[in-house]
């Protein structure tokens, strides 16, 4: 039986199946009938943030491709720990899929003590899209742009507060970032997610945060936060009229967030194979890019390989932020 590559020793000769711009899905061996039942699909995060929004997404075009529910199965906490572990020692029979984001990468460094190997216990199937994030901030804070927010800060330290989804989160991440190149002294509060924390800005709970564009959008539209910044070094077309931090105040200054599918490392080659045909057939429909544009996404199609390469030089890159920014769990 062929079986998929564990998590990132993936070789590209053994996954040609999944690379060539497949027109169909491939044909699976009788024995391998697949899905035969309902797939559970884990979700690090709450209802109603980023990562959220997109995996159901994601879900509802692979159940109506395969024929069987794809139930979404929020398990939030310890930064995504948890529905990550139950990802990495789920049977290995593709009945379980794990969607997540940047926060994968990130936590392998974090949490020195993970109850998983990333690098062994998770198959990478796929990235599906990535995102700018976007610096708000409650109407009572004055400051009408990141320079202006950083000279607050600086006359002020320790003085705000930024939310977060969680240690290991794409906002915390982009906030650290942030207090890296700058030495800005600001309070990180966390949240059970990016929903919970947007919540929290918008009852003045704290100040400062950097949030997914897909819950910021319908705020920052109606005048309950204010925008000052987008993270990535290029404007948004969905907030065309912000500025990039990097040019509003901290020069240099990139952050995206991506989206991802995993599964367990050893799961059937014929069974992730079939999954990554549907993947790249729904990455590259007009109406995922619809659906993914209201949320401030862009669709990006990255086959396991690459995307396994992707994720190794991501635990790299930010274990070297964490280990400069000191930061841990608290």
């Not at 990535?130 to 004055?142: A, I």
């Not at 906030?175 to 990016?194: N, Q």
Request: some cysteine; aromatic content about 8%.
């Amino acid at each position: 039986m062929y079986r998929f590559p564990p998590a990132f020793a993936l070789a590209a000769g053994l996954l040609s199946p999944l690379t060539g711009g497949a027109a169909e899905s491939p044909s699976l061996p009788s024995h391998l009938a697949y899905p035969t039942r309902p797939v559970r699909v884990l979700m690090p995060f709450p209802p109603g943030g980023g990562t959220d929004i997109i995996g159901r997404m994601i879900a509802q075009r692979f159940a109506k491709a395969l024929g069987q529910p794809f139930i979404v199965d929020n398990r939030a906490g310890t930064g995504g720990t948890i529905a990550t572990d139950l990802a990495a020692k789920a049977p290995r029979d593709g009945h379980t899929l794990l969607v997540s984001n940047i926060s994968l990468a990130v936590n392998a460094s974090l949490y020195p003590k993970l109850p998983y190997d990333t690098l062994k216990d998770l198959a990478p199937l796929g990235m599906v899209g990535e995102q700018s994030n976007v610096l708000v901030v409650h109407p009572s804070v004055p400051a009408q742009s990141v320079r202006e927010l950083m000279d607050q800060i600086q006359a002020n330290p320790r003085q705000l507060n930024y939310a977060s989804g969680g240690f290991g989160s794409s906002t915390y991440l982009a906030t650290e970032l942030l207090k890296l190149m700058t030495k800005a002294e600001i309070v990180h509060v966390p949240y059970k997610g990016v929903g919970p924390a947007m919540t929290a800005l918008l009852g003045g709970e704290v100040q400062v945060f950097f949030s997914t564009l897909g819950p910021a959008l319908p705020q920052i539209k109606a005048g309950r936060v204010r925008a000052l910044g987008v993270t990535t070094l290029k404007r948004s077309v969905y907030l065309g009229n912000i500025p990039t931090v990097s040019e509003a105040g901290v020069p240099g200054y990139e952050y995206s967030t991506w989206y991802g599918l995993w599964l367990p490392s050893g799961t059937p080659g014929a069974i992730a194979n079939r999954l990554y045909a549907e993947t790249e057939k729904m990455v590259l429909s007009a109406d995922l890019k619809e659906d993914f544009a209201s949320q401030g996404v862009d669709p990006v199609l990255m086959p396991p390989e690459k995307f396994a390469a992707f994720c190794r030089a991501e635990i790299t890159k930010w274990a070297k932020v964490i280990r400069a920014t000191g930061s841990k769990p608290e």
